[in-house]
């Protein structure tokens, strides 16, 4: 091969590269330019701070990727986290037990919120951006009716421990190595899989899949052990995370829900059954943002009718800004963790360098703007 031709092949590798690591070269630029401008933003206790914040969107964020990966939208999640804050507390309020609090509230404004939606969206085919918008305001007026507009403290000692606590630093650092081993181990699983079915093996992808772990657990190994270890919500989040890349990769509900957003009356065709798919994941949407309430009002031991004011925003930001498409069809929850934490390092950086909150609503929806600009380009260029 000549020289020309190596060079050409070097070059597309790049290209490659980068295209498909766009989102996390982002992230890290995002972060070494706060770092560069405030000092404070580099240390563990402010990454620290920085994962707690991330894990409210987050989570909320790997429903979403769900729901716009069948070509929906849901604009209730943000008052589900208000109306959800204000039913655990009040139920506890009223003597119920922390745990059973918590189950009833995930069941009432988490799964059968969700089944609303479903069932409007998938039955009678109404836009999920008008049911979900009807619910964005009964949501948030249920929240603000059951508690009078006025905020309710916790009443439960149990029930701040678990927003607010820490794994120590010794079994944080065994978790984070323990994860890391299982990477590999998944990554070897995949390779081997490739193999019997006669798939071809990218080394190039996996290297950098492996770079790129390697250099994700370092950076949590280093800031947990350093300061107090893994904050419950951080580990909740890391779980759920992992669970949504399972299904969305290893499970039939996960091949149904991208051959919906795909094509979905091919999908029809081929024997899906929209309606329970769609009933499934509105009903996991909005149960993610209920638990995402419920560890809110935990981290500020107490709950108020106005939590959860467009956390839509910053859910759909991270989904978009990570590679799902608008369009349905495409997304994975990996990228989107990585959207969220882009979200947060920008919430985290700007509150540091005291930048205005109608400044960062602007330059939030300039970034949604752009995201999809560039996923119209993509599709353009794809067509």
Do not use: C
């Not at 429903?63 to 849901?74: E, Q, R, S």
């Not at 005291?354 to 067509?383: C, H, M, P």
């Amino acid at each position: 091969m000549s020289t020309t031709a190596h060079k050409t092949d070097f070059m597309q590798q790049i290209m490659g590269f980068l295209k498909e690591n766009g989102t996390l070269i982002a992230l890290v630029i995002l972060a070494a330019i706060f770092g560069f401008m405030d000092d404070a933003f580099f240390t563990p206790r402010n990454i620290t701070n920085l994962a707690r914040q991330t894990t409210i969107i987050g989570i909320i964020s790997v429903g979403m990727t769900m729901v716009i990966i069948i070509n929906g939208i849901d604009l209730s999640v943000g008052s589900i986290v208000g109306l959800s804050a204000i039913m655990v507390t009040l139920l506890m309020q009223q003597g119920m037990n922390v745990w059973a609090a918590i189950l009833l509230t995930l069941l009432v404004a988490g799964v059968l919120i969700g089944l609303w939606n479903g069932f409007w969206v998938a039955h009678y085919n109404i836009p999920p951006f008008i049911i979900t918008l009807g619910m964005m305001t009964i949501a948030r007026g249920l929240a603000l009716t059951l508690s009078n507009g006025s905020s309710v403290p916790v009443t439960d000692p149990l029930f701040p421990e678990l927003g607010g606590s820490f794994i120590s630093p010794a079994y944080s650092g065994i978790l984070i190595a323990a994860a890391l081993v299982f990477f590999f181990l998944s990554l070897f699983r995949g390779v081997q899989q490739k193999k019997k079915y006669n798939v071809t093996i990218r080394a190039q992808k996996i290297v950098a899949s492996s770079i790129i772990a390697v250099a994700g657990l370092g950076l949590a190994f280093w800031v947990f052990t350093a300061y107090r270890g893994i904050p419950y919500p951080v580990l909740i989040f890391g779980v759920i995370a992992a669970l949504g890349v399972f299904i969305l990769n290893n499970t039939m509900l996960g091949r149904r829900i991208y051959a919906i957003g795909g094509n979905e009356e091919a999908a029809r065709l081929s024997g899906i059954r929209i309606y329970r798919v769609k009933l499934i994941v509105y009903s996991i949407i909005t149960t993610l943002s209920a638990l995402s309430g419920i560890l809110l009002a935990s981290r500020l031991n107490g709950a108020s009718p106005n939590l959860g004011n467009m956390f839509e925003l910053d859910a759909i930001s991270a989904v978009i800004i990570g590679g799902t498409s608008f369009s349905g069809g495409v997304g994975t929850i990996t990228g989107t963790v990585i959207g969220a934490f882009i979200i947060g390092i920008m919430n985290n950086g700007m509150s540091l360098l005291g930048v205005e909150t109608f400044y960062q609503l602007i330059i939030k929806g300039l970034i949604i703007i752009l995201a999809v600009w560039f996923d119209v380009l993509n599709k353009r260029k794809s067509a």
